[in-house]
């Protein structure tokens, strides 16, 4: 997938009725929504349902000049969407139904009045997605060497030993892969949304 910020994709949205723009927006967004609304309670089907909805719902809002970027970043605009959207759904199931869904063991009505619970989870989903999305574009940028051993060490946890047993590559060069790996890593975090925060990094 091509990279993208989340400011490029408002912009086609709000420049382009076609197709590419459109699916841009919901190729990053759609499974972020999917994801959330399983961790909710809701079944794959609602899940994607919702999903469509949150999209649609959003799309003309920000079309209808409802988004102002000054008041918040696009996830937490995304994220107010979909609770609404959501909530909605789950209004639809049986009282009794929605709790037995919860995948948590957590009651749902329970877990909805905690809106921090909520926001985390919302939280954890867009966090995931953004680093995916970078991980994929450092992926592409960095020698493929290069790329596996910051994968190898920094993700995956493995030693410098075996590392370098595994890559052929000396300490020095694997200290040095993953630093400038994570340093691309953190711009583009940081390009994505175009924020001054590090997404945990």
């Known amino acids: 997938m091509q990279w993208i910020t989340t400011t490029q994709i ?7 009725n076609d197709t590419l723009a ?15 609304a399983k961790r909710l309670g809701l079944s794959a089907t609602y899940a994607e349902d919702a999903a469509q909805e949150t999209m649609l719902t959003f799309l003309k809002a920000f079309r209808d000049g409802r988004y102002n970027r000054e008041k918040g970043r696009l996830g937490s605009w995304v994220f107010g969407v979909a609770r609404r959207v959501i909530l909605n759904f789950r209004k639809k199931l049986p009282r009794e139904r929605a709790i037995a869904d919860s995948s948590t063991g957590t009651s749902f009505w329970d877990m909805i009045e905690d809106s921090r619970a909520v926001k985390h989870t919302w939280e954890t989903e867009w966090r995931r997605m ?12 960095f020698d ?13 946890e493995k030693s410098v030993a075996e590392v370098g047993r595994t890559l052929g590559m000396s300490p020095n060069a694997i200290y040095v892969a993953k630093s400038r790996v ?4 953190r ?10 925060e590090g997404a945990g990094l």
Request: glycine share 0%.
């Open 10 to 16: 408002l912009e086609d949205l709000a420049s382009s």
């Open 22 to 36: 459109w699916n841009s927006f919901r190729d990053h967004f759609y499974p972020v929504v999917v994801n959330f």
């Open 182 to 185: 994570l340093s691309r890593l």
């Open 130 to 141: 953004v680093l995916e999305r970078c991980l994929q574009q450092v992926r592409r940028e």
């Open 144 to 156: 493929s060497r290069v790329f596996k051993a910051f994968e190898l060490y920094a993700l995956s």
């Open 187 to 196: 711009r583009l975090l940081t390009e994505f949304e175009e924020v001054s």
